[in-house]
Each structure stands twice: as structure tokens, then as C-alpha cells.
């Protein structure tokens, strides 16, 4: 069965840094475009960051743009999403999902928690 | 930015057919997906590019887009279909989500 499956959530203080990652399994991840959305709790889905399958394309929204950055290693299908400057409201399960602009999230991990406080 | 809206909730009974749309600025020049997650889980793409369904979904699932409104139906809902529904669509190089609405299946 394809699988993604996100790490390194956790609680982090306000202003700090923390990276994600997106471990791809069962699945030519190479040819994937991979984005990252987030849902704070209780609340609904939030598109984050997309990023090509060759890593040349990448995309934020608004609400991290300067702030996160979006990277792949295909030799370890492998995804990455560095936050920086972290705020209370980035507090969230974050999931990874593969997907194309114009395109549907067709395959989602399981997310990880991310926690901002002080 | 774009924006899509959903009601909040959609009560439906057993067996009845639900019908959740999704509204948007000319959303019907867009593709819409559909994404059902249910309570403590990931979400699932049930309906893509307006009216497909991904294979495992179940039939009863079906999906229409046109002017500014995609519509996601389920005929004869079963007491599984109850959970959040988002619907999605891209502008410019980013993906919005719509609010989400809660089926309620009484």
C-alpha cells in the first residue's frame, strides 16, 4: 500500500524553529508534486506549500510565505518543511498529500501535531 | 483571494440522498475535489476533477461543478458517510479548501 508518513511535530515555543518530514513509501515519489496542509484543531483543512516533483516549482500561502520553506530529496523520497519565526495560530496537524496544481491531494499521511506555545 | 463556501452542516436520513455544495467565483471554470475525513483520521478523495470518483469509493458518491457551484452527492446514505466534507479548488497556484460541512446522517 503507497504510504506518506510525517514526523517531527512536537511542542515548540513562539519564534523558534522546527523542521517536518514526509517519508514516502511503496511509490515512485520522484514523480510526485507534494504539498503540505495543515488543520488546527477543530478547525478545517489549510493548504500550506506545494512543491513540484523535481523540486523546481514551489508554492506558499500567504499566511507562511517568508517564513517556511519547502524542499524534497528524492534519493530518499523524502519531503521537508522547514517553519521558522513559529506563531501560536501555525499551531496544527500538519499532513502531507500528494497532488498537482489543478489537480486533486490524492494520497494523504496520517499528520503530525505541532504545537507553538510558550 | 479566492474563496470557497460551504454550509456548516448537512443533516441527512438513512438511505436519503445528501447533497453538499460549494460556492465559488466562477467555479465551474475550475476543477473541484472532494475530500471526506471522517473524526481523528486523514482525509480521503472521494470525488476529483468535478465528477470523478477515485478507485474504492463507492458509487453512491457523485459530483457536478457549474457556474459558480459544485454540488457533492451521495445517494442511499449509509450511517459510514457520516463526517466532514471539504471541497478544494486551485487559484493561481494555490489550493483553497471551502470550510467543510458536517453530514449528519439521522
Known amino acids: 500500500e503507497v504510504q506518506l508518513l510525517e514526523s517531527g511535530g512536537g511542542l515548540v515555543q513562539p519564534g523558534k524553529s522546527l523542521r517536518l518530514s514526509c517519508a514516502a513509501s511503496?511509490?515512485?515519489?520522484?514523480?510526485?508534486?507534494v504539498n503540505w496542509v495543515r488543520q488546527a484543531p477543530g478547525k478545517g483543512l489549510e493548504w500550506v506549500s506545494f512543491?513540484?516533483?523535481?523540486?523546481?516549482?514551489?508554492y506558499y500561502a500567504d499566511s507562511v510565505k517568508g517564513r517556511f520553506t519547502i524542499s524534497r530529496d528524492n534519493s530518499k523520497n523524502s519531503l521537508y518543511l522547514q517553519m521558522n519565526s513559529l506563531r501560536a495560530e501555525d499551531t496544527a496537524v500538519y499532513f502531507c498529500?500528494?497532488?498537482?496544481?489543478?489537480?486533486?491531494?490524492?494520497?494523504w499521511g496520517q499528520g503530525t501535531m505541532l504545537t507553538v506555545s510558550s | 483571494s479566492y474563496e470557497l463556501a460551504q454550509p456548516p452542516s448537512v443533516s441527512v436520513s438513512p438511505g436519503q440522498t445528501a447533497s453538499i455544495t460549494c460556492s465559488g467565483f466562477?467555479?465551474?471554470?475550475?476543477?473541484a475535489s472532494w475530500y471526506q475525513q471522517r473524526p481523528g483520521q486523514s482525509p480521503v478523495l472521494v470525488i476529483h476533477?468535478?465528477?470523478k470518483r477515485p478507485s474504492g469509493i463507492p458509487e453512491r458518491f457523485s459530483g457536478s461543478n457549474s457556474g459558480n457551484t459544485a454540488t457533492l452527492t451521495i445517494s442511499g446514505t449509509q450511517a459510514t458517510d457520516e463526517a466532514d466534507y471539504f471541497c478544494?479548488?486551485?487559484?493561481?497556484?494555490?489550493?483553497?479548501f471551502g470550510g467543510g460541512t458536517k453530514l449528519t446522517v439521522l
Open positions: 511503496r511509490f515512485s515519489f520522484s514523480n510526485y508534486s
Open positions: 476533477q468535478d465528477t
Open positions: 466562477k467555479l465551474g471554470d475550475r476543477y
Open positions: 478544494q479548488a486551485w487559484d493561481r497556484s494555490m489550493a483553497v
Open positions: 498529500a500528494t497532488g498537482s496544481v489543478d489537480d486533486a491531494f490524492d494520497i
Open positions: 512543491i513540484s516533483s523535481s523540486g523546481t516549482y514551489k
